[in-house]
């Protein structure tokens, strides 16, 4: 099935079931009226959101029309939003752009940043920045929800525990990261409000996209209408959500609604970095990889960060071409006073 | 007026207002079911708890026996949770036992981290730790809950946002921490979940001991039963709470419910380190700033983390010597399977 959460005034939205085309809904909220309200007692209440679900697509509950405008991101507020970086990849290019070596345990031993998650933006507000050189970049990443993970849980009780996945735009403030992550504690200001995509999914709507531990489709990300990443986000993965899980669970249990990212979606090209989609290649999820990779090749950046004005798109297809999660689409604003 | 949130079998328990003097309380959930629900409407809701809590004391309302150990933390879940490390001298002291030096940048910029807010232990909830070499550690603190912030809010605005007050054990695995910091994320694992005292009060119960930015009371920290620690929360805080919150808003706003903390309270001794209290000093509010202290003495630390079966009880009490949010008291357990 397939959520989503429509703007209505209040801190949380009203849930509502999408039809798996995304074209209609039909109000959930009588049943229960928020998402985490319905995370936080799973077991007992999915079975009646899939059964709605199949009487949306069976035209048997009355339904209106969607509009990827008044969604909320599906949680507007979560008690958890963990990232983990598990295209490695993207990793070793950030160090290597700036000299230095990553270490081996990298590739065994899964990266994870603690996420702000009081007030995430929708999936079509703007994203709000006091000035240009904060360097406002997009993350296009895949996400999911968990339920009750168990401290200490193993990665086949985390697999398990997958309810929903999603799509995010993880906002970072590329001026402010290296300064702030000198200072020891992980990212804080660096690393501003995020938006999920528009719906949230059952991993079964992925059908052979989903092998349990991660989706193997394209993610479009395009920047000011051009394509600029088409990273398949089952390649190149090194930690599925699994793994992810099962660390960020290690020493504390983590609570129904804990989102657990996947990190920015990267995939190397003939075991080196990508090229652009304009010459052919899968392009980037993030601007910052971009930039490194001119670094690397010719010692500067040249693209910039976004500007004022400047929108990204953050979107995922079937094979069919047909829109799972809707999309993520923000423009940067300049904050005012 | 002092809130606590009962256990009730339920993820956010019950609000109940407590007496002044800790011995009573009186159900506030018929007016609103949580402390969240009602920080998400502070100011209609407010008066009412408040008018609640002078019937309480006046006799005028049905009212329980109040037990500690019925108490969860006042948020069991929040959707924000950030520690600042606001007592320098705490963070000059981590820096000089690793020889490194501290950035002067140190003493104007705030240093913040990302904490989980999903899942927070209850105040006389055991600390579970699979292996005594995760070096399980108290961290005695402030905290303060705030409504909602907007982005960029100055240190006025963060200010007159602060609701509540209350005392945190921000516990910390000191053998897993170095290893995660180099990893340049942050703290997640080596985080595990906090604990908070059983009452948070709002600032105007603190009385004198309130300056709109700090609380000048001794924190109590005891291990073992002994007296550990006495410094005192108001004194060489180089960052107060709005100065914190401010830092916090810079990039994004606070959801109400927020909880900011002021990091391990640490005294500095006629412009050096602190003595033990049994020697006379303010002690310390966790066991990594003594260990310090004994490497830079000797070369080496003597005094262990704590083990399985160590009690850690922190608590602050009036002038008159009465506790002001109850006690938060946990035993370190080893997890089993």
Request: charged fraction near 25%; charge should be negative; hydrophobic fraction near 40%.
């Amino acid at each position: 099935m397939k959520l989503a959460t429509l703007k209505n005034g209040t801190r949380d939205g009203k849930l509502v079931v999408v039809s798996r085309d995304l074209t209609r809904f039909t109000d959930a909220s009588f049943l229960v009226s928020t998402l985490q309200a319905a995370l936080d007692d799973w077991k007992r209440i999915s079975p009646h959101l899939a059964a709605m679900a199949e009487s949306l697509e069976a035209g048997a509950v009355p339904a209106s029309r969607f509009h990827e405008h008044d969604a909320h991101s599906p949680l507007p507020r979560a008690y958890q939003w963990a990232d983990g970086s598990a295209y490695v990849n993207h990793v070793e290019l950030v160090r290597k752009a700036r000299g230095a070596d990553m270490p081996e345990s990298f590739w065994t031993d899964p990266l994870i940043y603690q996420g702000g998650s009081d007030a995430f933006l929708a999936p079509r507000d703007p994203v709000v920045a006091a000035d240009e050189a904060w360097g406002v970049d997009m993350e296009g990443e895949v996400a999911v929800i968990v339920d009750d993970v168990a401290i200490g849980a193993s990665v086949d009780e985390a697999r398990d525990a997958i309810r929903l996945v999603m799509l995010v735009n993880d906002v970072s403030l590329r001026g402010l990261i290296p300064a702030e992550l000198a200072k020891g504690f992980g990212f804080y200001q660096s690393k501003p409000a995020s938006a999920f995509s528009p719906v949230a999914v059952t991993p079964d709507e992925l059908g052979d996209a989903w092998d349990g531990g991660k989706v193997s489709l394209p993610l479009c990300v395009d920047l000011n209408g051009k394509p600029f990443g088409r990273a398949n986000a089952g390649v190149d993965m090194t930690f599925d959500f699994p793994q992810l899980i099962a660390h960020a669970a290690k020493t504390r249990a983590l609570g129904a609604g804990t989102i657990i990212g996947s990190g920015t979606v990267s995939n190397k090209l003939g075991g080196g970095p990508g090229k652009p989609v304009s010459e052919g290649g899968a392009g980037y999820s993030c601007i910052a990889e971009l930039r490194m990779l001119e670094t690397i090749a010719g010692g500067t950046a040249t693209t910039p960060f976004m500007r004022f004005g400047d929108t990204v798109r953050i979107e995922m297809k079937d094979k069919a071409g047909h829109s799972i999660f809707g999309a993520i689409e923000q423009t940067v604003q300049r904050r005012e006073g």
